[in-house]
């Protein structure tokens, strides 16, 4: 019997799913949290050394780790190869990253050889999780990142009356919330579905004094 792992579509290029095919069952999806998923409780960030440095000059990599801790109770890092050889950042800089994700965010790393060592070890880790301890393989979903948009919107519907999609059209018609919060009653009217009487009312709750 094989254990099933999820892999992340973008992994695919790797070759590494391919390679774990001959020891588990590998199902590719697109992760919202992690690059390989063993289990339930243990889920996997993979990176060779050039992409470790990248992350870390880009500032990717520590909140992976972080989003990574909070969706799973046994996160790992794999790194293939060693960052320190690339010379793009100095070796201290590299340890103090790595000392952080080990210590502080307590996020274990593995130093992989290479592909088929990387293979090999979540083939195994794969097999104890779900074959000897009974767990199922579970991918988890992560907190979507609130955007700018977002905030917009909502600051618009919480005007009277207000729902989601004339909170869109307010916005796309105004072009910001300061044009929004500016506009008078006619003004307000001109969007469809925004009728005299809500108009007056977002005005009032705008201008009249407020009371303790």
Known sequence: M??????????????LPEMLKKECIVIIKTLDIADYVLSEDVAVERKTA????NSLVDGRLFDQID????????PLLVIEGNPGYLGRLHENAIRGALSHIMLTSGVPVYFSRNLSDTSKTLALIARREQLELNKPVKAKQGKKAVTLKDYQRMVIESLPGIGPKLAVELLERFGNVQEVLNADV??????????KKKAEEIRRVLNEQYRA
């Open 67 to 74: 989003r990574l801790k909070q969706a799973y109770s046994k």
């Open 50 to 53: 050039e992409d470790f440095v």
């Open 186 to 195: 006619k003004q307000l009217m001109t969007v469809p579905g925004l009728g």
């Open 2 to 15: 094989k254990p099933t792992v999820y892999a992340d579509n973008r992994e695919t290029a790797s070759g």
